[in-house]
C-alpha cells in the first residue's frame, strides 16, 4: 500500500458560485472496497461530507451533496456533485479508504465569481 493507491482526479478545482462542480477520488487496488468518506478541512467525524459503505452506497451531509460510488477491476471511483454552490464550499477536501491504515488524499476547491 503507498500513497499513489488513492488521488483526486485534480488537485486542484474551481467552480463559479452559483453552479454544480464535481469531485472524484480514485482508489486503486481494491483499498475502496470496504468503503470510503470524504472529508472537508480534516479527517473527524464531523467533518464528513459524504460516506460510502462496502456496497457501494453512498450518504451525505447535505441535500446538496450526492455521491456515487464505482467499482471495477479493483478501482474505485467515488464522484461527490455539490450543487448550487456557495462560497463556504470553498476548501479543502480529503477522500479517506476506510481500511486499517487509511489510506488519505487532499485537493483544493476554489470559488470564483463570474
Known amino acids: ?40 478541512e480534516s479527517v473527524s467525524d464531523n467533518s464528513i461530507v459524504c460516506a460510502i459503505d462496502a456496497a457501494g452506497n453512498g450518504t451525505c451531509a447535505d441535500s446538496r451533496v450526492s455521491v456515487v460510488s464505482e467499482t471495477t477491476d479493483g478501482t474505485t471511483r467515488v464522484i461527490v456533485t455539490l450543487a448550487n454552490t456557495t462560497c463556504s464550499d470553498a476548501g479543502e477536501y480529503l477522500c479517506k479508504a476506510d481500511i486499517d491504515d487509511g489510506l488519505v488524499t487532499s485537493m483544493k476547491l476554489g470559488a470564483i465569481r463570474m
Open 1 to 40: 500500500m503507498c500513497i499513489s493507491d488513492i488521488s483526486f482526479v485534480d488537485n486542484q478545482v474551481e467552480y463559479e458560485i452559483g453552479q454544480s462542480s464535481t469531485i472524484e477520488c480514485v482508489i486503486l487496488n481494491g483499498y475502496g472496497a470496504g468503503g470510503s468518506k470524504i472529508y472537508k
